[in-house]
């Protein structure tokens, strides 16, 4: 099959979370699986650093990753040539509906332009939801895209790109689809529904999210859209790309490891605590958070606790950046428990791999997750994930390879957390519970092949 992913941010080019991992990692699943794979993304200021990036022969800028996977990227520095992927530090770009309308619409262009005539669009979150719009509206009756099925995964149900309804002309969709059956969204424009509601098949990153999302708790008030198109609405997990996240293999970590040769993982444990201004001591727990920080995660309850839990005999590094709430009580948090917390207020990759390698533990304790990877890194590198029973965390996290709360409250955390500070002195049982962690399988091959029954059923049936 041919099939285009149209996804606002991909690895290894630009990355703001999970997203971008799945769009870099599944092509690369697919291809192995004889799949012929195009990407298109915009072209950030990030992008263009990249070494790789040269002008295609039709005159985009263009990359490719895995064998022969194309990677296309749309040009338009006034979009597209700043800082930040989606906003600043501040607030959202005000002109996000011009950009990604702008995105949408050249990346169909883009693809008469290669003539790549697509069997499947893959498309990704809010950001190019509106392309299964076009394609059912504009250009329903173009021939170039008559045999083009799309399918839109759901990252994140709670970014769904909102807009006020006085900038629906910006769309360049006629005015009567700012309906209720439509793009509207109690009187916004609502993006991700038009998606959900154009595209001939949904998907999200987990069968427990999948779910979760048709209920009133986790629907954001689009569960009644969801219900509607249920037969048409799957969950596959995401996988994990072992070729990047791998203790065996990894020179952002200072000393290599794995289940047979568990010595360079208390390295990893000093080296961190060194970074940290911790005393480097192999009997007290060290927890790590690599996170986005925003009140999604859990940090609503984390926050709630933090006094309680730095006077136990623990240490934690938190690396994240997010709402502002967060930095600062975190910031006055660190500066109280100077030894015991670190923090890290930034995005910084290399970093994000000494805290996977070198803690004991990883906090997770999201409100909800469509999957999270944080997790299945962590699982990766023997660091033992606590979280709570929520969408993906549900489906990849059990007794037996880290910590569940079922509860949402500050005290089911706390004893938790509680609970795996006093397992961990419990040497033979934390080392039990390593191996299980060593032993979960979250590669991409399964998903890829659920993925590609999936784009197989919608060509046939929709
Ligand atoms: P989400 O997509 O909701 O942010 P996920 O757990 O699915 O959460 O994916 C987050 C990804 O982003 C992981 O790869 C994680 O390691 C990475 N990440 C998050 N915050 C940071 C940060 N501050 N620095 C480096 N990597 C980060």
Not at 11 to 19: D, N, Q, R, Y
Not at 211 to 220: A, C, H, M, P, T
Not at 261 to 271: P, V
Not at 343 to 348: A, G, I, M
């Amino acid at each position: 099959m041919r099939i285009v992913f149209c996804a606002s941010e991909v690895v290894p080019f630009a990355k703001t979370g999970g997203l971008a991992d799945v769009a870099g990692a599944l092509p690369l699943a697919l291809e192995q699986e004889g799949q012929e794979i195009v990407i298109i993304m915009p072209y950030y200021k990030e992008v263009k650093k990249s070494l790789n990036v040269n002008k295609s022969k039709e005159g985009f800028p263009s990359a490719v990753i895995g064998k022969n996977i194309k990677v296309y990227f749309i040009e338009n520095d006034l979009y597209f040539d700043r800082q930040g992927l989606y906003g600043d530090a501040k607030s959202d770009y005000k002109d996000n509906l011009e950009r990604f309308s702008y995105y949408c619409k050249r990346s169909l262009d883009l693809l008469k332009e290669i003539n790549f005539v697509p069997d499947i669009i893959h498309i990704h979150d809010w950001q190019a939801s509106l392309i299964p719009v076009y394609l059912k509206t504009l250009l329903a009756k173009d021939a170039f895209f008559k045999g083009t099925k799309t399918v839109l995964t759901i990252h994140n149900l709670g970014y769904q790109g909102l807009f006020p309804k006085e900038e629906f002309s910006i769309t360049g969709l006629d005015k009567s689809l700012f309906n209720m059956e439509a793009l509207e969204f109690h009187g916004k424009i609502n993006l991700l529904k038009g998606g959900i509601v154009f595209s001939d098949y949904i998907t999200t990153v987990s069968p427990t999210y999948s779910r979760e999302i048709q209920s009133d708790e986790l629907g954001f008030g689009l569960e009644g859209v969801l219900h509607k198109k249920a037969k048409r609405l799957a969950g596959i997990l995401n996988g994990l790309d072992y070729s990047i996240w791998d203790p065996e293999n990894d020179p952002k970590i200072p000393a290599k490891y794995s289940v047979s040769n568990i010595i360079g993982k208390s390295k990893c444990k000093g080296a961190l605590q060194e970074l940290c201004g911790f005393s480097k001591r192999a009997d007290c727990i060290l927890f790590g958070i690599v996170s986005r920080l925003a009140e999604q995660k859990g940090f609503d309850l984390l926050t709630g606790i933090m006094d309680k839990i730095c006077k136990t005999d623990m240490q934690l590094v938190i690396l994240g950046t997010g709402d502002e709430r967060y930095h600062k009580i975190f910031k006055s948090a660190a500066a109280k428990y100077k030894g015991k917390l670190a923090l890290y207020l930034k995005f910084d990759d290399t970093l994000a791999h000494k805290i996977y390698a070198g803690a004991d533990a990883f906090l997770m304790p999201s409100r909800y997750e469509p999957c999270g990877l944080g997790q299945i890194i962590s699982l990766r590198y023997g660091t033992l994930p606590l979280v709570y029973k929520t969408g993906g965390l549900a489906d990849t996290v059990t007794a037996k390879c880290g910590f569940v709360f079922e509860e949402y409250t500050e005290d089911s955390l706390f004893k938790c957390i509680t609970q795996a500070t006093s397992l961990f002195t419990d040497k033979k049982k934390w080392l039990d519970l390593m191996r299980n962690a060593f032993a979960c399988d979250f590669s991409w091959e399964k998903s890829a092949q659920e993925y590609v029954k999936l784009y197989k059923e919608a060509q046939i049936h929709y």
